[in-house]
């Protein structure tokens, strides 16, 4: 598809045009609103929302594969109260192929994040989770200069074993801004009370505590528990622990508390062996969270109504599975 001079129209460009379209025609958002939902001045707001005009989208309805994901991102705010939600449009062979959605969602991801970042204050603390996710967004995060930004695990980096997790983005995030990285140095779970108890003691550990505690925003992911979760692949929990939470009613993790369908914490000893900030210490802090892999519906949703999230990237067909079960509660 091409405008009027017949100048090829990249990708991105062609979904921000859409995402405007419908934001201004059917959402009714001023120029100045659409700009802010999509992070970028009111001119290029303007300009965008004429190109759709010039490319034939606007007519009774909007035309485009990213209209049906903004009328779900509508949605979706609307319901759970966020600040946004960014719903990234799947190709076909993407929506039963886990590995492709992963790289898809951490495109977009990535994007909302270096926007996210740039609007950052100097010397800014962000919070990190840990999952594939997340290192699908930080493994695309185009590379910026902001050495003053501090990055902060959240939750304990290591497994069980005391070896190192690959899904511990720190690293990652300090390589392409250049700015400062700080390791949780614990493992991401502990076996019972009286580990936790000693470990969660250590002047080490009590200063990465407060230094996450303390972050500006958060960016994390939802792990599920109805397929095999990440959590036992990479050695952070055993087999048992996952039928203690299943059968308790877990359904999400958040940076290691487990909630069930409603967004209530679980009744389960697990629950309280997390190495790392509680889900609740980021309550009134700006959270984004990045979600892609099969089967996150009911975890997506479990985060969504504990109300502790602000800002969401997931993918069309998880969004889709998303609000058929919320209807089904209504």
């Known amino acids: 598809m091409s405008e009027k001079n017949d100048k090829p129209i990249d990708i991105e460009q062609l979904d921000l045009a859409t995402r405007a379209a419908w934001l201004s025609y059917i959402g009714g958002y001023t120029q100045g609103e659409?700009?802010?939902?999509?992070?970028?001045s009111p001119v290029k707001a303007h300009r965008l929302i004429q190109q759709a005009?010039?490319?034939?989208?606007?007519?009774?309805?909007?035309?485009?594969?990213?209209a049906t994901c903004t009328a779900m991102e509508e949605e979706i705010v609307s319901r759970f109260?966020?600040?946004?939600?960014?719903?990234?449009?799947?190709?076909?062979?993407?929506?039963?192929?886990?590995?492709?959605?992963?790289?898809?969602?951490?495109?977009g991801a990535a994007n909302f994040f270096h926007k996210l970042l740039q609007q950052l204050p100097e010397g800014a603390l962000v919070g990190i989770g840990k999952g594939r996710s997340l290192t699908a967004m930080a493994e695309r995060l185009p590379s910026m200069s902001r050495s003053d930004l501090v990055f902060v695990s959240v939750s304990g980096s290591f497994t069980r074993k005391f070896s190192a997790n690959r899904l511990d983005v720190v690293h990652a995030l300090?390589?392409?801004?250049?700015?400062?990285?700080?390791?949780?140095?614990?493992?991401?779970?502990?076996?019972?009370?009286?580990?936790?108890?000693?470990?969660?003691?250590?002047?080490?550990?009590?200063?990465?505590?407060?230094?996450?505690?303390?972050?500006?925003?958060?960016?994390?992911?939802?792990?599920?528990?109805k397929n095999n979760h990440y959590l036992n692949s990479v050695g952070l929990v055993t087999d048992d622990d996952l039928e203690e939470l299943r059968a308790a009613g877990a359904v999400c993790d958040l940076i290691g508390s487990f909630y069930d369908i409603e967004g209530q914490p679980v009744n389960s000893p697990?629950?309280?062996?997390?190495?790392?900030?509680?889900?609740?210490?980021?309550?009134?802090?700006?959270?984004?969270?990045?979600?892609?892999?099969?089967?996150?519906?009911?975890?997506?949703l479990a985060a969504l109504q504990s109300r502790l999230l602000t800002d969401l990237v997931m993918d069309e067909a998880t969004a889709k599975e998303l609000l058929a079960i919320k209807e089904t509660q209504t």
Request: hydrophobic content about 45%; charged content about 20%.
């Open 34 to 40: 659409v700009a802010k939902r999509l992070q970028v």
């Open 53 to 66: 005009q010039q490319l034939g989208m606007v007519k009774i309805f909007i035309e485009g594969s990213a």
């Open 81 to 107: 109260g966020l600040q946004s939600c960014l719903i990234v449009p799947l190709n076909d062979n993407a929506t039963d192929n886990e590995e492709r959605g992963f790289n898809e969602v951490g495109a």
């Open 174 to 225: 300090v390589e392409r801004t250049g700015g400062e990285g700080y390791f949780m140095p614990m493992p991401y779970i502990a076996k019972d009370d009286q580990e936790r108890n000693m470990l969660m003691a250590q002047p080490s550990v009590q200063d990465s505590l407060q230094l996450a505690r303390d972050a500006d925003v958060y960016v994390v992911g939802i792990g599920a528990l």
């Open 270 to 300: 697990v629950n309280h062996h997390a190495l790392g900030i509680n889900a609740m210490d980021m309550a009134g802090k700006r959270v984004l969270a990045v979600v892609a892999g099969l089967g996150k519906d009911s975890a997506i």
